[in-house]
C-alpha cells in the first residue's frame, strides 16, 4: 500500500483488508501480514493452510515480528504515514501464496467486494478490474520482463475507484498471488 495523501496518515490500529474469492481458494502462507481468522480448513489433511475463509480480512503484523515472517515495508502495526509528510514511511506491503485458483486464464477468477479500512472516514471500492501487467527492470537494470506473457498470463493486476488501486500478481509456477495496494488522493 501506498498512501498518496498528503496530510491524512492511516493511524493505529491501522489498516484491514478484505475481499471476497470467486471460487474456493485458500491462503496457503502470508509473510507481512496475516489473516484474522483460519476458518475451517478440516478439508486438509497434511499441510493446513493459513486461511481457508471465503471472506478473508488481513492486517498487518506488528513491528518486531521474525524476520522469516516479514517482507519489505510490512509490520508496523497497519500505521502508515502520508506521503506529503514522510515518503519513506507512506508504504506498507504483504505477500501471500494462494492455492485452488486454477491455473490458466479460463480457470483464475478475481476477488470481489474489495474492502480497505482504517480508523476515521473510510473508502468504497467497486469492481476489480484487469490493467496491462507490470513490467520489471533486472536487477542488473540490462532488461525489462513481465511475470508473465500476455498470450500466457496468469497475472492479473486489478484495480478499485474511486479512491484505492490494488494490484494482484498471480504466477502459476510458483502459486505466488502479491497484493499491492495504493492509496490515491482523495477529496476528504
Not at 4 to 28: C, D, L, N
Not at 61 to 68: D, H, K, Q, R
Not at 88 to 93: P, Q, R, T, W
Request: net charge positive.
Amino acid at each position: 500500500m501506498t498512501n498518496f495523501q498528503m496530510y491524512r496518515h492511516i493511524m493505529s490500529p491501522g489498516w484491514t483488508v478484505g475481499w471476497t474469492w470467486a471460487k474456493k481458494e485458500v491462503i496457503w502462507s502470508m509473510v507481512g501480514a496475516q489473516a484474522t481468522e483460519q476458518g475451517d480448513c478440516s478439508k486438509f489433511r497434511m499441510n493446513i493452510p493459513h486461511c481457508c475463509m471465503k471472506n478473508p480480512t488481513v492486517v498487518d503484523m506488528l513491528p518486531g515480528v521474525p524476520y522469516n515472517q516479514q517482507i519489505a515495508n510490512c509490520c508496523k502495526g497497519g500505521v502508515v504515514s502520508s506521503w506529503g509528510q514522510d515518503p519513506s514511511a507512506a508504504v506498507s506491503s504483504f505477500q501471500l501464496s494462494v492455492g485452488r485458483s486454477g491455473t490458466t486464464n479460463k480457470t483464475v477468477r478475481l476477488p470481489k467486494n474489495f474492502t480497505l479500512l482504517g480508523p476515521g472516514r473510510g473508502y468504497s471500492c467497486s469492481q476489480a478490474k484487469i490493467v496491462p501487467s507490470t513490467v520489471f527492470l533486472t536487477s542488473d537494470g540490462r532488461r525489462k520482463t513481465q511475470a508473465m506473457s500476455k498470450s500466457a498470463s496468469r497475472e492479473k493486476k486489478f484495480y478499485w475507484q474511486p479512491k484505492t488501486l490494488i494490484y494482484f500478481h498471480y504466477k502459476p509456477e510458483d502459486s505466488l498471488l502479491l497484493m499491492k495496494k495504493v492509496l490515491v488522493d482523495d477529496q476528504f
